[in-house]
């Protein structure tokens, strides 16, 4: 795994001069000259977090075939910090050299797309796209297709820019339920988060007819073993992401937070925080497969004792890879504003993905985190080769 797992090409570690928080930016790899990978702001960020984040979006786009490499921006500082915003917009000022030329960036844990949005058109960027969209013979035209699209209104009341993530989770564990045979009705899910990510799983899956019977928030679990009616539920949170309790059905059971990552069910899927299970929460994990919708939500320890269990887990690079993906499709100009077309592409390419690294593990032992890197090395070697001999990979209508 030369390529996707190699030392970072660039780390960047800034301070801000107002309150002293600091920030980075890791750049994993180049390819074209453009890496991509969303900025994140909370409390206790490190460099070590930001640096294995850029290796993982280098996967993404790997395993995607994405004409781009992988990066990640990060900055230590509480989102509900009044002075976030501010920390925010001089973190873009610093990295502007690299904003402007070579790193395409987006929202991620803490600051939404449309807040990084702003703080761009501020600086004269336009928008988080910014270092590829110059690219375009017409920018004007490419970033009208952006913000078309990013804003396209879908059933629910929200942004696709917003669900795409959580549906490419949610084809992803279709992928995974078609692979081994499950009635969809008779499905039964957990889902830890209810964020974009994990709210966004949650709603797509069960509009599929599949049963999330758990879905936890900061404050706990909600649980009902006949399913539980998400968008209902969805429909009652607050700025941060919290299910109004005083809105919830009386038959649904209130538990404690990490009950989710024991429930009794036939897919898991940790969509909140990092490192959600260590090796001391394996054995009370009951779940037949796992989706890893977070970023790194299962230390590696933790994973390879699940394998010994027969507990299959589909790596977040791929799984939760599906907003990158949709965001450079809309950039390539394969997708558009219509959101019809959006989930079609997205649907085909996830239903395609997953059964191979279930058949990989089913057949010859291998991990599907395995199977999937091995398809990512080779996508990222045929990449290289393609630039060294000239080839244009990067072509933005």
């Known amino acids: 795994m030369a390529l996707v797992d190699r030392d970072p090409l660039m780390r960047v570690i800034w301070t801000d001069s107002v309150t002293g928080c600091n920030g980075y930016l890791v750049v994993h790899s180049l390819v074209s000259g453009l890496a ?3 900025t994140r702001m909370r409390a206790g960020c490190t460099l070590s977090e930001v640096e294995a984040l850029a290796r993982g979006m280098a996967r993404k786009t790997a395993v995607f075939d994405l004409p781009v490499g992988g990066a990640k921006g990060g900055i230590d500082c509480d989102p509900k910090d009044p002075a976030a915003r501010g920390v925010l917009s001089r973190f873009v000022q610093a990295m502007r050299p690299w904003l402007d030329a070579h790193w395409v960036t987006a929202e991620d844990l803490g600051v939404p797309q449309h807040l990084i949005d702003e703080v761009f058109a501020e600086v004269g960027l336009h928008q988080s796209y910014h270092a590829a969209i110059r690219r375009a013979p017409d920018a004007e035209r490419t970033l009208r297709r952006v913000r078309a699209g990013l804003n396209a209104p879908v ?44 709210g ?64 009794e069910v036939d897919v898991l899927i940790p969509a909140a925080v990092s490192f959600t299970i260590k090796a001391p929460q394996v054995p009370e994990v009951a779940a037949k497969v796992i989706i890893e919708a977070a970023n ?29 993906a949709w965001a450079w499709w809309l950039l390539l100009g394969r997708v558009d504003a219509d959101p019809v077309l959006s989930f079609q592409v997205l649907r085909e390419e996830m239903l395609a993905k997953i059964p191979p690294l ?38 933005i209508p």
Not at 296 to 324: H, K, Q, S
Not at 365 to 379: D, F, K, S
């Open 358 to 395: 279930l058949a990989a593990w089913d057949t010859e032992g291998h991990t599907p985190r395995t199977a999937a890197l091995l398809l990512a090395e080779r996508r990222n070697e045929e990449n290289r080769a393609a630039e060294a001999a000239g080839r244009g990979l990067l072509s």
């Open 155 to 198: 059933p629910g009341g929200l942004l696709l820019g917003d669900v795409v993530g959580g549906y490419g989770v949610a084809q992803s564990c279709l992928g995974v339920v078609h692979a081994r045979g499950w009635a969809q009705e008779e499905t039964t899910v957990a889902v830890q988060g209810v964020g974009t990510m994990g």
């Open 296 to 324: 790194t939500p299962i230390t590696p320890d933790a994973e390879e004792m699940l394998a010994t269990r027969g507990i299959p887990v589909i790596p977040d690079f791929v799984a939760n890879a599906g907003a990158v």
């Open 200 to 263: 966004g799983t949650a709603y797509y899956l069960h509009e599929a007819g599949l049963k999330v019977v758990a879905l936890a928030d900061a404050a706990g679990t909600l649980f009902h073993p006949d399913g539980l009616d998400v968008p209902a539920l969805l429909e009652t949170r607050d700025r941060f992401g919290e299910i109004d309790r005083a809105q919830v059905p009386p038959d649904v059971q209130r538990l404690p937070r990490e009950a989710v990552l024991s429930a």
């Open 36 to 38: 991509t990978g969303g």
